[in-house]
């Protein structure tokens, strides 16, 4: 079992629509669950990232953790065409001693259809 | 935050050759990282190029396929030796910023290569 899986899509959704974004873990050590977004052609983006169990929200963006579950979201309110992009979970690790790991999913296409 | 700069942006690689990666960040920062994203894969960690010491390498990546350079604290270089049809891939550089917290990494725009 991979330690970070997401479901690679592709997703389609009309603008002004909620989009939910998910992934599961395997590892419970670890400690920081991120979401990059990714445009095409280009390097993933930092987009929020969160620690505990709980919501966080960034303006249209609510990341979620459920630790009990291993499972992280993102919800993407009034989405935008803008918002097409590919989109990466990513759990973090600290082991100490400078040691630490970033651990990806495989990412999730999204379109939002003006 | 870091700007990340890669050259080339693209390239295309006849088997057996070798390209150099360039890596150049807007700031000085310690900690650089090189990854692989294969279609349809995760991003995966090559290794870690952090000033002054040599480079680690992750498991399944070996220094004689993938030398990195980091000569001073704004800029590395990755070379893909001896390529094949498997190393057609984007290689992003990534690094850790130094007034930022270890979790927040920045990526360039990485470089897309194609191996014939």
Known sequence: QKEVEQD???????????????????NSAFQYFM??????????????YTYSSGNKEDGR??????????????????????????????IFTYSGAGSYQLTFGKGTKLSVIP | SAVI???????ICQR??????????????????????????SLTLIATANQGSEATYESGF?????PISRPNLTFSTLTVSNMSPEDS????????????????QYFGPGTRLLVL
Do not use: H
């Open chain 1, 35 to 48: 979401w990059y977004r990714q445009y095409s052609r280009k390097g993933p983006e930092l987009l929020m």
């Open chain 1, 61 to 90: 963006f609510t990341a979620q953790v459920d630790k009990s579950s291993k499972y992280i979201s993102l919800f993407i309110r009034d989405s935008q065409p803008s918002d097409s992009a590919t989109y990466l979970c990513a």
């Open chain 2, 89 to 104: 891939s984007i290689y992003l550089c990534s690094v850790l910023p130094e007034d930022g917290s270890q979790e927040t």
């Open chain 2, 5 to 11: 700069s890669q050259k080339p942006s693209r390239d």
């Open chain 2, 16 to 41: 057996g050759t070798s390209l150099t990666i360039q890596c150049q960040v807007d700031s000085q920062v310690t900690m650089m990282f090189w990854y692989r994203q294969q279609p349809g894969q």
């Open chain 1, 8 to 26: 690679p899509g592709p997703l389609s959704v009309p603008e002004g629509a909620i989009v939910s974004l998910n992934c599961t873990y395997s």
């Open chain 2, 62 to 66: 070996v220094i004689d396929k993938f």
